[in-house]
């Protein structure tokens, strides 16, 4: 009993030290993104396999179920899905620029030949970093990184998309835009 | 047609005689002597010399010391002159390395540091060739920085000589193989951290070197540390990188990680029944 209050009591510090939030926490909407079950893709390969029929770059495959905190959307009109997982991580909260850059040599570890587009967006209360490895030599995963401090909450969005770079730029950035909590 | 040769007097004598064809009764159990001597005994050689079976020997010496690398960590960092060396390039801008050499292929042979290498680029280094030869050198080991920050990736493990291709070249002897396995390190420094890689288990080690693929083995890693930085609340990204880099080579390699300023402090990681990565001193 004594350990479940001391865990109760740490829980609620660290919560209130970093004042990150979790996803059931807030009401999240963007107008580019429907909502959609894990349980509905059991095989992302696959899924990806039959829907992109060209497919680029290397699929990876993941079990979205196993993200118990984070939610799965399809983006409007496409095949295209983003996993947005929050993300409690003092070392990010409070030092952002000198995290990110890890977190980017670590999601896009690059080869010989491969080139990675990086860009940064703020706006109202918000801040992210964008970034994926140009013209699909690595997978098809493309990654965001969001912190809105208005709504106490900082995120890691996983969009695995196969438009062109180009498109799949200007989508980042209005997902980005597109992030609204309530 | 089967011929032998046998020494008589020391002239060498050639017979030959038929072979019977097909052995109308072949032996379901020949002859066969393992590396110990034994009549069909169980050992075997690993890169260390004969082990297993009447060897007394399940694993190469090393492979049986939990300490070992926290150990080899804590001497390599010790050795006033890679010190100095982090000291130097943990906050390099560019990524910065230098080869480790070993003044001769014995043991007796002294630890020796390479000049340093910048790349001019804040993500790569090359630190090639990776040689065992009189001429350009015993090469050990190396470290580099990581200027962004992040944990050793798969590469870093991997680069080296390569251990297949030393263990087949007939001019290099068993012994050496041992001493290079036995002393490799691999240092990558970040503003915050030290990491050393050493090689736990040398036929794992091999056999991942040997089949190495640096593209694959990177989206692996991505994938591992997505996953683990996504899913482990308060995991930051430098435990995430070392997640990924112990699930892929955790049996092959030690992995261990001291701040930036301590000295022998080196820790031990690993990942437990919960699949966290714990830091322990196993010393």
């Known amino acids: ?182 | 047609m089967t011929c032998r040769e046998e020494l008589i007097d020391l002239e060498c004598t050639t017979y030959c005689e038929s072979t019977p064809d097909p052995d109308p009764d072949p032996d379901p159990h020949p002859v066969y002597y393992d590396c110990n001597g034994d009549h069909n005994g169980q050992a075997h050689m690993a890169a260390c010399g004969c082990i297993g079976g009447n060897t007394g020997l399940t694993n190469c010496p090393s492979e049986n010391d939990p300490c070992d690398g926290v150990r080899k960590g804590n001497e390599l960092e010790n050795n006033a002159a890679v010190n100095d060396a982090i000291n130097a390039i943990k906050d390099n801008n560019f990524e910065t390395g230098r080869k480790f050499f070993l003044s001769s292929n014995t043991a007796g042979g002294s630890f020796q540091l390479g000049p340093a290498i910048t790349s001019g680029s804040n993500s790569a280094v090359d630190l090639s060739p990776f040689t065992w030869d009189p001429s350009r050198g015993y090469v050990i080991g190396h470290m580099h920085n990581h200027p962004q920050g992040n944990a050793p990736n798969p590469s870093d493990v991997m680069n080296g000589v390569n251990l297949a291709q030393m263990g087949s070249m007939p001019g290099i002897s068993f012994e050496e193989v041992n001493l290079y396995t036995d002393n490799f390190a691999a240092v990558v420094v970040t503003s915050n951290y030290v990491y050393t890689v050493t090689i736990k288990n040398a036929d794992a080690y091999k056999a991942f070197q040997n089949n190495f693929d640096q593209s694959s083995a990177n989206q692996t890693w991505q994938n591992l540390a997505n996953n683990y930085y996504t899913n482990t609340a308060g995991a930051t990204i430098q435990e995430a990188g070392e997640y990924a880099l112990l699930s892929m080579y955790g049996n092959a390699i030690n992995l261990t990680r001291q701040n930036v300023n301590s000295t022998s402090s080196n820790m031990q990681l690993d990942i437990n029944g919960s699949n966290k990565v714990t830091s322990t001193n196993p010393c």
């Open chain 1, 1 to 182: 009993m004594k350990n479940l209050i001391l865990i109760v009591l740490l829980s609620s510090f660290t919560h209130i030290c970093f004042g990150q939030k979790m996803l059931n926490e807030v009401r999240l909407t963007n107008p580019l993104l429907e909502e959609i079950s894990p349980s509905s893709i059991p095989d992302a390969k696959a899924y990806h396999k039959e829907k992109f029929k060209t497919f680029k770059g290397n699929i990876i495959n993941k079990d979205f179920k196993l993200s118990i905190n984070s939610k799965l959307y399809k983006l409007k009109g496409s095949d295209d899905l983003i996993e947005i997982s929050p993300k409690q991580d003092r070392q990010l909260i409070e030092n952002w620029d000198r995290t990110v850059p890890a977190i980017i040599e670590t999601f896009t570890p690059l080869s010989s030949g491969m080139e990675r587009y990086t860009e940064n967006l703020t706006g109202q209360g918000y801040k992210a970093t964008f970034f994926f490895v140009k013209d699909y030599k690595s997978t098809n995963w493309n990654h965001i990184i969001y912190n809105n401090v208005n709504a106490g909450i900082t995120l890691v969005i996983l969009y695995i998309s196969n438009s062109p770079d180009n498109v799949k730029i200007e989508t980042m950035r209005n997902i980005v835009k597109g992030m609204k909590f309530n």
